[in-house]
């Protein structure tokens, strides 16, 4: 800690903090750069920034210890939070200190008034004014040493609130990694916890503090009263205050708890809605997905209502208690007589600004620790239900023949962590070295079950399974059928934690069949190229054979690197999302390069028997029973295999992107909104002007009162029961500013909530994705995380923070105006002289504090940007390494140290960053504190001015008197302007991510972007397609086809080689840089948007479940057709099993689903097709099928095949069904280097 302290201590005296924040160098360096290159924010948090290397065990060990005991977590930080109690409760010690004080300078003038009156003695004389000038100098003092105290515990306050945050994400992330499934556990809901626990933190240090003020300010009142009887009023009211502030706050805490439950629904729903975004749009279901969004919005609102007047309740207790406080004091004083003098008065006036917030905080404080252990539970039960079997996992069994690689004995069941599906061996099965082994079966027949079940049982991540037998020093290297993709560079996805060998890469990358890809990405380099966020920057093939290189790479790696090491390769599905031609060619790479090679053996899935001439063996997988089948080397299924080989590539085009203009959707850019626009949007906004007009009203007339009160409780003795009345009617403005404030509120945060949502699930879809290819800093791969970060941090900010944080500065911008009037006020009875150096010292105060706030500004929004950016990263990678998938890859590949410390890394610098930020906040404080006190030079010329003079009178008195006064309003000032400036500071630091949120509303909607126009499509026309001269940079060059009516068309092409774009194209996903596409002999951008989606329907390749919703939600959004037409429908494509309950069951795990995800679009296809009439606009006039058969077996493949010959007996137009072209099509094209022409099978 000493470390911390000293390196604070040069921070604190500008050595590094102030040339950062203040004075951007001249050199083009990022903030990032700066902030971590110039700051040793590493040594200062105790964070680090890059982890060293870690052994499993050891992470085990560390992620063990808040899984097991979290209580661990609070000993682990004992002393810290001790340590950092000393600050603290050295700046309370000076708090109370000033009151008593500025008491004494209050006395002494009274003594020295009357001194002077009867006494001429010059020593006397000399002793009270050297006593006078030593209380104004210790005041002074007094005032820089509670700034510079509590600069110091905030900056251990924050060290270690940020060390709690990195342990607490780093186990999590640890437990999730290591666990062998989510159990619903995502980013979202670990950040909810954690923020809980963090903020509690402050709330600890303050609840603390709230105590220690409380106790002080009773001891002032028995020191001043020197009565016990007024000493138990003030104990008795301070203690009936804070239970009934307790139950407003267990309230608070409930309605809190249920608006949480809400969000988190509301933004996994939106989450899940934006991983599967292009099918959203493709199917016109924006309208659907809002509406869905809505509801649970609308829910949640009704919770933030209720927060909203429950929070303005409690804030009255902020008024009325400290009123009634001050009045059974003064009571009470009357009662036993005592004389109600300026100095009990001035007593009186700290303890009515002094003592509110201690009894508003303190019940806000315990509660929020309390519910921040609950949090603290709920994190350790939601990672500890995730610890399926708590024993210790035994190793694998020795296969009890050395011949084998694997053995899995007959009659065993096989099972999957969290899953009801069983796998049961019928006959053994058995992998031996240099074996090539094939499991067929249909989709969902288990074959990827049992490939889980090896992979769970070879990581040691469960008991179960336990009969799964395998050879010692056995490397198993996995392909999962859904390829996992990390946002990174592709150079990092293919190493995937190994160390880089050029030499290795190289040829990992060419037998991968990569080499064409990366020469497509010229303007980039493999190491800067990025994926996005789950491989949205990459084609369904290049996902694909990035996977395969990942597998191939760390074969030859540790076939270099090691010795005496089996190799077993499991490719679960890898050729389905292949064209024909790369297919071909990877499996002669693979049988070239490990075909009979000794210790390696290849054990492939597939639907088919296309490969089985090529295997040793195979199994037959049928309903989750596997059995070894026989090869059948003569039958070959006709997939498009057979076609003649020609060397596809995507063309090259000279076009080029003009990079000094930004696309349309670029140029809407994340403008940060002032403090005054933000107001102006709450105030103002059309959700109720009535609304904002009662709402300002009630601002002026509660704060007129304020300041009513403060003026005539300095005449106490004249205008008491006005002093009442007054406090009464306040109190009653305040409720009333409550409830309007909250009202408004709701209104205006629903506004912009559904404003939002509407704009971004219509905008573009390069919104999200980047398919120009420039440079890496304008890639937009953080799009997903950023847009999730916003309605969920952002949103919740919007919801909670803004609206208090907006009215207390408000209020506080008032209060500051209205103690500056009473200040002048008191001032223009003094000197001139002194008056002319009040209005210097004040107006230099207000300049110079306004221009060091703005030389504050210019930084925090570069670094409020950063911070919202590094959050964003951070989340995005905990959603991408959490999925299913990627868990059971790190896990097999044993790169959970790699991807640990990758999270941590992301961590450590949201941290640091955050603290950085912090603490540029609280130097703006610390620097305001010392420049303010200068206004304590005010009351003391005025001292100076009333004691200088030569008279002894009464009126000498009175002015001493009234100087004294002068003293306590000046001190009123000076706390109300320092907290003006506070949280103006708390609403700046919110702004930029609000400022975002509000944003979102003014983005281009797809129909904005591609232009206003309207014209209806015509229900009988001819539909047919013509692309003519089409161009797109570095993907498609001149390309001219045309699509007949009535006919099935097909694309054909190697993978990247532009057909899925084509179709985006065609779709309206994208603009062509050059030429046209003409429907219906009219350009497809002159049609309305939506009408010209349902007319050219499309589904995409990747295809999701929007969960939440029921099957009959998917296939008949509008209630169109009976249940009998559904199933039907689903008949016809093979699909007999689903029953009418089936169709309206809700859905809320893929798991549930009983059907193919393609089965249900294209039933819903055939549905429109075939029950609607022609004049229907919903009525699709083409259907485009993109590699939808990829993942499915023969059975299904041939019900696909039928059911579309069906629709096109219809006399409608079918275009591309397949990449395979496993149709015998009517026209069939092929994408090659200059265009695309017509070929024949």
């Not at 556990?185 to 303050?206: D, G, M, P, T």
């Amino acid at each position: 800690m000493r470390q911390t302290q000293l390196s604070w201590m040069q921070i604190m005296f500008f050595n590094h903090l102030q040339p950062l924040l203040f004075r951007r160098p001249s050199h083009d360096a990022s903030v990032e750069d700066l902030v971590l290159n110039k700051i040793n924010v590493e040594k200062q948090t105790r964070i680090p920034f890059e982890n060293a290397h870690l052994a499993p065990s050891e992470l085990s060990g560390e992620n063990g210890e808040i899984v097991q005991n979290m209580s661990t977590f609070m000993k682990r930080f004992l002393g810290s939070f001790m340590w950092s109690l000393i600050p603290l409760f050295i700046s309370k010690i000076c708090q109370l200190a000033q009151t008593v004080l500025v008491s004494h300078i209050l006395l002494l003038i009274d003594t020295r008034g009357s001194r002077l009156g009867t006494d001429q003695n010059n020593e006397t004389h000399n002793h009270y004014d050297i006593s006078l000038a030593l209380c104004c100098l210790l005041l002074f003092i007094d005032r820089l040493l509670i700034g510079i105290t509590l600069r110091w515990h905030f900056n251990v306050q924050t060290v270690f609130s940020h060390q709690i945050s990195y342990y607490l994400y780093s186990s999590s992330y640890m437990k999730c990694v290591r666990a062998q499934k989510r159990v619903g556990l995502n980013i979202s809901a670990i950040s909810s916890e954690i923020s809980q626990i963090e903020k509690s933190v402050s709330q600890a240090h303050s609840l603390v503090s709230h105590l220690f003020h409380l106790f002080g300010a009773m001891a002032i009142i028995h020191y001043q009263y020197q009565s016990s009887l007024i000493t138990t009023t003030f104990i008795i009211i301070c203690s009936l205050s804070i239970p009934l502030n307790m139950v407003l706050q267990s309230k608070n805490s409930s309605y809190t708890n249920e608006k949480t439950n809400y969000s988190n629904q509301r933004i996994n729903l939106l989450s899940h809605f934006l991983n599967c975004f292009k099918q959203v749009k493709s199917f016109v279901w924006e309208s659907t997905v809002i509406e869905k969004i809505s509801r649970i919005r609308n829910i949640e609102g009704v919770y933030l209502f209720k927060l909203y007047w429950v929070d303005n309740i409690i804030a009255c207790i902020w008024y009325i208690f400290p009123f009634v406080i001050t009045c059974s004091l003064l009571l009470s004083s009357k009662l036993l007589e005592r004389t109600t003098d300026e100095k009990t008065i001035f007593t009186i006036l700290i303890l009515l600004d002094g003592i509110s917030v201690p009894i508003f905080e303190l019940p806000k404080c315990l509660n929020q620790v309390m519910y921040a252990s609950q949090c603290l539970h709920r994190l350790g039960s939601l990672l500890h239900s995730m610890q399926v079997d708590e024993r210790p996992i035994t190793e694998n069994g020795e296969s009890k023949s050395d011949t084998n690689l694997l053995l899995i004995p007959q009659n065993s069941t096989l099972t999957i962590s969290g899953k009801a599906s069983k796998v049961s061996m019928v006959s053994p099965f058995f992998i031996q070295p240099k074996e090539w082994i094939s499991l067929r079966g249909r989709t969902s027949s288990g074959k990827t079950s049992l490939i889980v079940s090896i992979l769970e049982r070879i990581a040691k991540v469960s008991n179960a399974n336990s009969d799964i037998q395998t050879k010692n020093n056995l490397e198993i290297i996995y392909s999962p059928q859904e390829p996992f993709i990390m946002n990174d560079t592709i150079k990092e996805n293919i190493i995937f934690g190994l160390p880089y060998q050029q030499h290795i890469f190289e040829e990992a990358v060419k037998d991968s069949q990569l080499e064409l890809d990366v020469t497509q990405w010229r303007s980039q380099e493999c190491s800067n190229k990025l994926c996005g966020y789950f491989g949205n920057n990459l084609s369904g093939g290049q996902k694909i054979r990035i996977n395969l290189a990942r597998c191939l790479y760390r074969y030859y790696y540790l076939k270099e690197n090691k010795n005496d090491v089996s190799f077993l390769l499991i490719f679960d599905e890898l050729f389905n999302a292949l064209d024909p031609t790369v297919a071909e060619v990877v499996m002669d790479t693979l049988v070239n390069t490990l075909k009979d090679v000794p210790n390696v053996s290849v054990f492939f899935t597939s639907c088919d028997n296309r490969y089985d001439h090529l295997m040793d063996r195979v199994y037959d997988a049928v309903e989750g029973n596997i059995s070894e089948g026989s090869i059948k080397k003569e039958e070959r299924v006709m997939d498009g295999s057979t076609l003649l080989r020609g060397h596809f590539k995507r063309s090259h085009s000279d076009l080029r992107m003009d990079e000094s203009k930004p696309s349309k959707s670029e140029r809407v850019v994340d403008r940060l909104l002032s403090l005054y626009d933000i107001a102006k949007f709450y105030l103002l906004s059309q959700t109720n002007l009535f609304t904002g007009v009662t709402v300002i009203s009630l601002l002026a007339i509660s704060q007129l009162f304020k300041s009513s009160t403060g003026i005539v409780f300095s005449n106490f003795n004249s205008y008491t029961y006005l002093f009442w009345i007054l406090g009464l009617v306040r109190i009653l403005v305040e409720l009333g500013l409550g409830y309007f404030w909250s009202l408004k509120c709701y209104r205006t945060n629903s506004t912009i909530h559904e404003n939002a949502l509407d704009k971004i699930l219509h905008v573009p879809l390069s919104f999200f994705v980047d398919s120009s290819g420039k440079k890496r800093k304008t890639e937009k791969n953080g799009r997903y995380g950023d847009v999730v970060e916003r309605f969920s941090t952002n949103m919740a900010s919007l919801d909670r923070s803004i609206p208090w944080l907006l009215k207390e500065a408000a209020q506080k911008y008032l209060e500051c105006f209205g103690s500056l009037a009473t200040l002048l006020l008191y001032i223009s009875e003094a000197n001139l002289l002194v008056v002319f150096f009040s209005f210097l010292i004040m107006i230099g105060i207000i300049l110079y504090s306004r221009k060091y706030y703005r030389l504050y500004s210019k930084t925090r929004d570069d670094m409020s940007l950063l911070l919202s950016e590094k959050r964003a990263i951070m989340s995005q990678f905990f959603m991408e390494s959490t999925h299913p998938t990627a868990v059971l890859m790190i896990q097999v590949y044993n790169q959970v140290p790699y991807f640990y410390q990758k999270f941590t890394r992301s961590v450590a610098h949201t941290m640091n960053i955050s603290y950085v930020f912090n603490s540029c906040t609280d130097w703006l404080g610390v620097r305001l504190e010392c420049l303010i006190s200068l206004l304590l030079f005010i009351p003391f010329m005025y001292l100076i001015q009333a004691v200088c003079e030569g008279d002894c009178d009464s009126l000498h008195k009175q002015k001493l008197y009234y100087a004294g006064i002068l003293l306590s309003t000046c001190i009123e000032f000076f706390n109300r302007f320092l907290w003006t400036l506070v949280v103006t500071t708390r609403v700046e630091c919110e702004l930029p991510f609000i400022g975002k949120i509000i944003e979102f509303g003014k983005l281009q909607t797809e129909q904005e972007e591609q232009g206003n126009e309207c014209q209806s499509l015509p229900t009988t026309c001819n539909a047919q397609l013509e692309l003519e001269n089409v161009s797109y940079e570095n993907i498609l060059s001149n390309l001219s086809c045309q699509f007949k009516y009535g006919s099935i068309n097909g694309i054909i092409g190697r993978t990247g080689s532009g057909k899925s774009f084509t179709l985006s194209l065609i779709h309206r996903f994208w603009f062509p840089l050059q030429g046209k596409i003409l429907f219906c002999d009219h350009g497809i951008f002159e049609y309305e948007l939506c009408s010209y989606r349902s007319k050219v329907t499309m589904i995409p390749q990747d295809t999701s479940f929007l969960l939440g919703s029921s099957l009959r939600e998917h296939i008949d959004e509008h209630k169109l057709f009976s249940d009998h037409d559904i199933l039907q429908a689903l008949n016809l494509l093979g699909v007999d099993y689903i029953t009418s309950h089936d169709l309206n069951a809700i859905i809320n795990k893929e798991e549930d689903m009983k059907i193919e995800k393609v089965m249900i679009f294209l039933a819903r296809v055939y549905l429109l097709v075939t029950k609607l009439t022609d004049v229907n606009p919903r009525k699709p006039k083409i259907l485009m099928l993109d590699e939808i058969t990829a993942s499915m077996d023969i059975h299904h493949t041939r019900n696909v095949i039928s059911c579309v010959k069906l629709l096109c007996t219809k006399e409608w137009c079918c275009g591309r069904v397949t990449e395979r072209s496993r149709l015998k099509s009517y026209s069939l094209f092929r994408i090659s280097n200059e265009n695309m022409f017509n070929t024949k099978m």
